[in-house]
């Protein structure tokens, strides 16, 4: 495992991260699945061993994931461990009327904050995230200070933003005109590559930058065929059509297959190594479920060369731009 510094903070990250999402489990709240299906926490628990021995020492999740049950099991197998950096989010939650709301005051930052810090089992979050912060709620100033003040309080190291993914350009540009927070989490990966232009600006400025996504949902390992069905309770049973499915098979078999051959890896560690090629990264966080998910994201990334880099930018303008769009219709 490799490692890079996270911005201009004292953090040294993996470059390989764990995106924990779907460990949370099944979650329907109000009527809108925020899960990924159901998971088995037994497995989770070997995941998140088996990350640790493959070197991962970063570990994404958020209050809303499972409704607090990533976080618990992060917390039940690392706890206080100095040697595991974790990254949690504040902002979704369930409001009175029992459906998904955001809540971005003072108040009930600090109540989330103590809330995550007790389900994690640590006494600092070593980097919290405003989870889809707007600008107005940037503006209002209220979720500034709520994180200043766990910071100066010793309650979270530091703290960013985790930015829309198919806009992410005005709370960027908010945060980095104040010089305020300290990175960004943002969408990247073969298919959407919106973000380049704000992780560029982010990364010349010292913030450390997260690329989530980076599989979109596992489409881009070649796995997923429009044969594939996934269950009701899983946010891709909507969003992944059989033509969508199709489309993008498409391209990755006529396009992008011939270069995960000719570099002898995956076509999964071909698109995990193509945002490792940009610099400003400082990890990438493929959802991980299982141990064989970590050995799969782990083994076989290679350093592509600047003209391959290239061809893989440009394809993004070339043909990758009807399945964005397709994507960004179904929000
Ligand atoms: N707003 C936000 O802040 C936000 C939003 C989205 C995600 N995130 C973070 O980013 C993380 C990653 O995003 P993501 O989970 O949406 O996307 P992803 O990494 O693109 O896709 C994850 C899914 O792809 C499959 N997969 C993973 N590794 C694979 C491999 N090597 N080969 C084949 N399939 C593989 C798994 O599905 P199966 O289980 O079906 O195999 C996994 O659940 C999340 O866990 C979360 O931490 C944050």
């Known amino acids: 495992m490799n490692y890079r510094k996270f911005g201009n903070t004292d953090l040294t990250v993996s470059e390989i991260g764990f995106g924990a999402w779907a460990i949370g489990g099944t979650a329907n709240v109000g009527g809108v699945e925020i899960g990924w299906g159901p998971s088995d926490d037994e497995v989770s628990v070997q995941a998140l061993n088996a990350a640790l021995d493959a070197g991962i020492n970063f570990y994404d999740t958020a209050d809303f994931y499972g409704l607090g049950h990533s976080e618990k099991l992060i917390g039940e197998v690392f706890g206080n461990r100095k040697d595991v950096l974790i990254a949690t989010k504040v902002g979704q939650k369930v409001g009175t009327d029992g459906k998904p709301t955001v809540d971005y005051s003072k108040e009930y930052l600090i109540e989330a904050c103590e809330n995550s810090l007790r389900r994690l089992k640590r006494d ?169 998910h970590v050995e799969l994201n782990t083994q076989g990334l290679v350093q592509l060369s600047k003209a391959d880099h290239q061809y893989l930018r440009e394809l993004y303008q070339s043909d990758w731009q009807q399945i964005m769009q397709a994507m960004q219709a179904k929000g």
């Open 124 to 292: 600092v979050i070593d980097y919290y995230q405003l989870h889809v912060a707007r600008v107005q709620h940037l503006e209002d100033g209220a979720c500034i200070e709520a994180m200043e003040t766990l910071k100066e309080q010793g309650k979270i190291r530091y703290w960013g933003s985790s930015l829309i993914t198919f806009s992410p350009s005005p709370e960027a540009e908010f945060l980095m005109q104040k010089h305020q927070g300290n990175g960004f989490q943002l969408v990247l990966n073969l298919i959407n590559q919106l973000a380049v232009p704000e992780m560029e600006n982010a990364g010349s400025q010292g913030y450390g930058i997260i690329a989530r996504m980076p599989l979109q949902f596992g489409l881009l390992s070649g796995k997923i065929t429009p044969e594939s069905t996934f269950s009701q309770d899983d946010h891709r049973s909507y969003r992944l059509t059989p033509e969508l499915i199709r489309n993008t098979l498409e391209i990755l078999n006529s396009k992008v297959l011939p270069m995960a051959k000719a570099y002898e890896t995956s076509l999964s560690a071909l698109a995990l190594s193509f945002i490792l090629g940009f610099k400003e990264i400082s990890t990438v966080i493929p959802g991980i479920r299982t141990p064989r």
